[in-house]
């Protein structure tokens, strides 16, 4: 039996659950509210220490880190195969998937706080606020998520995160120059990893930024057409995140074309 705790509209949950979908496995589903500061809960701390998502449970196993959860599953569940055949375009696949662990993930974060997530932690009373921060395991994380909260968009970390997909985006570009997907000609880790990235994107109205991408727009409507893309990422969709990004993202494009510009 796998069992995956996640949630809903966090980015490194939906690229497990994508990979999951594409293996037609079967796998129950434990839901955390992240913004009620579930993942801190003491039961999750002892099968995920730094209370993150998602966490899979197969058997009596327990697999931390979304990266490692896709190349556990695709060795464990070989059918059908994730990843390219020959070793070159493999390692390609690898390090595409490689930059998350680097700082693609940091930057999405601090993205989608200053943009729209912030809003709801100041609708939060000061004891509200205070018991989600002692929630928080370190004072650095503790003083990290209120920077971005109180600053927003006009953080220098905004723009340096803004600058970072920018240059990510024409990368993407580049790869999908020869290559009908990311590594190659053959679907992979590699894609579903972005997947909920450029879908992030898209929630907060930034998908301007591929107006001169034109492969890269291509590619990104094909994997939504993936009947994966309906299960793992369509069916989970909550409505108070898109009223939230709908009513708060908007405004915050002019500051990022003005970022592109400079």
């Not at 993150?52 to 196993?61: A, M």
Request: overall charge negative; aromatic content about 10%; proline content about 5%.
């Amino acid at each position: 039996m796998l069992t995956l705790h996640h949630n809903e509209m966090s980015t490194c949950s939906q690229k497990v659950r994508l990979t999951l979908e594409e293996k037609n496995l079967e796998w129950q589903s434990i839901h955390l509210k992240l913004r009620e500061g579930e993942q801190f809960d003491s039961r999750y701390l002892r099968l995920n220490p730094r209370g993150v998502v998602p966490t899979l449970i197969h058997e009596d196993h327990v697999i931390r880190e979304s990266s490692v959860i896709l190349e556990y599953l695709d060795e464990v569940f070989p059918e059908p195969s994730l990843h390219p055949d020959d070793s070159v375009t493999r390692a390609t696949m690898r390090l595409w998937t490689k930059q998350f662990d680097e700082d693609l993930q940091t930057s999405t974060a601090i993205v989608s706080m200053c943009i729209a997530f912030r809003h709801q932690f100041l609708e939060k009373s000061a004891d509200e606020m205070e018991t989600y921060l002692q929630k928080l395991p370190t004072p650095a994380r503790r003083k990290g998520i209120m920077s971005l909260i109180e600053s927003g968009t006009s953080l220098p970390q905004f723009e340096t995160a803004i600058r970072r997909y920018d240059t990510l985006f024409t990368d993407m570009e580049a790869a999908l120059t020869h290559d009908q997907w990311l590594a190659g000609d053959t679907y992979s880790l590699a894609d579903i990893s972005y997947t909920p990235y450029l879908t992030r994107f898209e929630h907060l109205h930034l998908l301007g930024m591929l107006a001169t991408r034109p492969r890269l727009r291509d590619w990104y409507e094909r994997v939504k057409q993936r009947p994966s893309y309906r299960t793992a990422m369509t069916k989970w969709e909550s409505p108070a995140y898109f009223e939230l990004y709908n009513t708060k993202a908007p405004q915050e494009w002019s500051r990022v074309q003005a970022i592109l510009q400079v």
